[in-house]
């Protein structure tokens, strides 16, 4: 079992949908949690993050940590086509700074 | 531009070769992280360095090695390449303190294919 697991898709919704966005993960020691935003043939870049459990909200974006069911959650209100890229869960935890990703999940918004 | 610098950008080589991608971390920055990224695999991490020290190791082949200089840029070595090994490297870089909760700053990546 990979310790973080995100569901591939592909997503495509229409403009102004409110998209929904999910990891699973299984190592208890996950304290950090984050979302990466790649868009096409660059590299990922940190779009949210949060410790523990919680919402944290930063515009359009809510990220969501439930640690009792080790679920993670990106939520995009009125999404944009500029919103299309491939967005990535990773989490960290323990005695080192390693970032464990999932596979991401590639939306597209359609105008 | 994210302040971390990845070169080359393209790199198309035959099976059996050796070749060296470098990486250039943010300013100020001392921790340098490589991840490979394929299709299937996803992001996979490799290998960390902080202030010229090996850190934490990944799930990095023997084939493949990696080191952090003086003056914080690092290189990763990859040998006798093999056709699986055609991915995109992605170099990342924190002030190792941090990390854990801002997460950290990925190069624009090294697409390498071997044929």
């Known amino acids: 079992q990979k310790e973080v697991e995100q569901d591939p898709g592909p997503l495509s919704v229409p403009e102004g949908a409110i998209v929904s966005l999910n990891c699973t993960y299984s190592?208890?020691?996950?304290?950090?949690f984050m979302w990466y935003r790649q868009y096409s043939r660059k590299g990922p870049e940190l779009l949210m993050y949060t410790y523990s459990s919680g919402n944290k909200e930063d515009g359009r974006f809510t990220a969501q940590v439930d640690k009792s069911s080790k679920y993670i959650s990106l939520f995009i209100r009125d999404s944009q086509p500029s919103d299309s890229a491939t967005y990535l869960c990773?989490?960290?935890?323990?005695?080192?700074?390693?970032?464990?990703f999932g596979k991401g999940t590639l939306l597209t918004v359609n105008p | 531009d994210s302040g971390v610098t990845q070169t080359p950008k393209h790199l198309i080589t035959a099976t059996g070769q050796r070749v060296t991608l470098r990486c250039s971390p943010r300013s100020g920055d001392l921790s340098v992280y490589w991840y490979q990224q394929s299709l299937d695999q996803g992001l996979q991490f490799l290998i960390q360095?902080?202030?010229?020290?090996?850190?934490a190791k990944g799930n990095i082949l023997e084939r493949f090695s990696a080191q952090q200089f003086p003056d914080l840029h690092s290189e990763l070595n990859l040998s006798s390449l093999e056709l699986g090994d055609s991915a995109l490297y992605f170099c990342?870089?924190?002030?190792?303190?941090?990390?854990?909760?801002?997460?950290?700053?990925f190069g624009s990546g090294t697409r390498l294919t071997v044929v």
């Open positions: 990773a989490s960290s935890g323990g005695s080192n700074y390693k970032l464990t």
């Open positions: 990342a870089s924190s002030d190792g303190g941090s990390t854990l909760v801002y997460g950290y700053t």
């Open positions: 360095y902080y202030n010229g020290e090996e850190r």
């Open positions: 190592n208890s020691a996950f304290q950090y």
